[in-house]
């Protein structure tokens, strides 16, 4: 569903019943709201793309448990908030991609956990 700027609306809650969902995508669209809670029940994705989005809030705790994600984007939307130490359970994650939001804080110490991790963009 990338790159479609006139798709809008949330993120429908129903999306957490895709319980065998390994990509979405949602990048470069008029995707508004916070990051639903339902999503923690997406224990196949390996792939996160909200980029380029008019997302806000924080980033999710349950982030950390969805333990197949090989990647996340967050870049250019209006994710606030500090980064959750929580994501350093994601032994798999290989890019983190956090540029251009309204992150605030530190970086956790437990980032030096994430032996997998090749590419990271915190920009």
């Known amino acids: 569903l990338s790159n479609n700027p006139g798709l809008v609306g949330t993120i429908p809650d129903e999306f957490g019943d895709l319980t065998a969902l390994k990509w979405m995508h949602l990048s470069n669209t008029g995707i508004t709201g916070t990051i639903p809670r339902q999503l923690e029940g997406l224990a196949a994705l390996d792939s996160l793309d909200l980029s380029l989005t008019g997302l ?27 980064i959750p130490k ?38």
């Open 86 to 123: 929580e994501l350093e359970s994601l032994s798999s994650l290989e890019w983190l991609n956090l540029s251009n939001t309204a992150l605030t804080g530190r970086i956790p110490k437990e980032f030096g956990n994430l032996s997998a991790l090749e590419w990271l963009d915190l920009s």
């Open 56 to 82: 806000s809030g924080s980033i999710p705790k349950y982030f950390g448990d969805l333990r197949a994600l090989e990647g996340i984007s967050l870049s250019n939307t209006n994710i606030n908030g500090t």
